[in-house]
């Protein structure tokens, strides 16, 4: 009885975790979505630098002034070259997500999301000539499809939002490929990552901002109703950016890795039923059965995965990888 007990206990931080995480991206998503559609502040470029300077100062506070976690040591050379480049791919990552939200659903967006699985394993195959069992390319079949079926069927198609997102998973995809060479060597988790990495994005993305933004900001702010409130939103959303960052830390600790991909692939669901309940965008049977195939094969992908690993590595439970980017479910700050 004790013992049954204890394990139910056990499972609960697990749970809470998994919770968290999913209040935490949903909340961010949808928050951003209102912010472009509802308050009308068009400008993608803006939020993401609210974003990053954000998740800057509470990555700070963390490591430094709370001391919740240990620090992973960057020597100053390595941060030029191993970090900016980095930073770069992670600012550009960042960008095209919010630009696509700006012009399409969020189901949309997350739908298209989940093509970042196929498009990494296509091009460590095409560039690095990687191989790939054969169940990896039967586990794509389903997402491709599902993807295609889901962008001719969708009611609310608009080009630039499709080519911002299906670009922004190709780079989120380069960012997983070029960490396994520019971080070797540095075990970097999620709330070590945006602390050197928000810095140099807030910099790479603050001219660009600036000089294509700038004056339609000002203009906003001039015509702006609710002012104190919009802008409270705007900034409210960078600081759940940040806390999504730290509930990826913690769900990760608290998971295991199929537990994980599972979770990840409900949270799109999830994320796709709140966006539609609150924006009530425009969804169709076949978009959904699209949706659906999408997910089942991102989730049948994911246990091809882990299955795989198991097989190379020996062990038959196996904790999730302490590095944020080799994982593509971790990518998914916004």
């Known amino acids: 009885m004790e013992e049954s007990f204890l394990c139910q206990w056990s499972v609960f931080p697990s749970i809470l975790a998994i919770f968290q995480w999913w209040g935490f991206n949903v909340t961010v998503i949808i928050m951003n ?85 196929a498009t990494t394993v296509f091009l460590q195959w095409l560039i690095w000539r990687k191989h790939f069992d054969w169940r990896i390319w039967v586990s794509l079949i389903p997402i491709v499809g599902g993807i295609l ?8 198609f608009n080009t630039i939002g499709f080519c911002a997102a299906l670009f922004g998973c190709l780079a989120t995809s380069t960012k997983t490929i070029l960490a396994e060479s520019l971080l070797h060597g540095y075990n970097f988790d999620s709330i070590n990552m945006v602390y050197y990495m928000a810095p140099f994005a807030t910099m790479i993305l603050a001219l660009p901002a600036l000089v294509l933004e700038g004056s339609g900001v000002i203009g906003w702010l001039h ?3 609710s002012l104190f409130l919009s802008l409270a939103i705007i900034f409210g959303s960078g600081v759940f950016a940040f806390c999504l960052n730290f509930s990826i830390f913690y769900v990760i600790q608290n998971t295991t890795a199929v537990t994980f991909n599972v979770a990840g692939n409900l949270k799109v669901a999830v994320a796709i039923a709140c966006s539609w309940l609150i924006f ?3 969804v169709s049977v076949m978009n959904i059965a699209g949706c659906a ?13 882990h299955m795989l690993s198991q097989q190379t590595q020996g062990t038959p439970r196996a904790k999730m990888e302490f590095t944020p980017f080799v994982n593509e479910k971790l990518n998914d700050k916004v």
């Open 223 to 225: 015509t702006c109703p």
């Open 280 to 282: 009530r965008n425009p």
């Open 149 to 156: 079926f889901t962008s001719m069927t969708e009611l609310s």
């Open 293 to 305: 195939a999408t997910l089942l094969g991102c989730t049948f992908y994911g246990y091809i995965r």
């Open 33 to 117: 979505k209102w912010i472009f559609r509802k308050l009308e502040f068009h400008y993608p470029l803006s939020v993401s630098c609210v974003h990053f300077i954000s998740s800057a100062i509470g990555a700070y506070l963390v490591i430094k002034v709370l001391k919740l976690k240990p620090l992973v040591i960057v020597e100053p050379g390595d941060r030029w070259w191993r970090i900016f480049p980095m930073s770069s791919i992670f600012c550009v990552n960042i960008v095209l997500g919010n630009v696509s939200l700006r012009y399409i659903p969020v189901s949309f967006m997350q739908i298209i999301k989940s093509f970042t699985p």
